[in-house]
């Protein structure tokens, strides 16, 4: 578990905040379809899926 955690960027906790954020939004405003967007997000961050993972930086290219 302390593995798990510690690979936690900025980037993560801010996703896994949002969709917690937007579940309980959700919960709160009986909106559902809301609550689809926050497990998403949720989703990305803890599962390290999509940006969440950091996989949508674009790679500097070295000068030659």
């Known amino acids: 578990m302390k593995k798990y955690l510690i690979s936690w960027d900025l980037r993560r906790i801010v996703y896994f905040v949002g969709g917690l954020f937007f579940i309980l939004l959700a919960v709160k ?14 989703g990305m961050a803890v599962f390290k899926l999509g940006c969440a993972s950091g996989n949508c930086a674009i790679p500097l290219s070295a000068k030659k």
């Open 29 to 42: 405003d009986q909106v559902w379809w809301m609550g689809l967007i926050g497990l998403y997000y949720a």
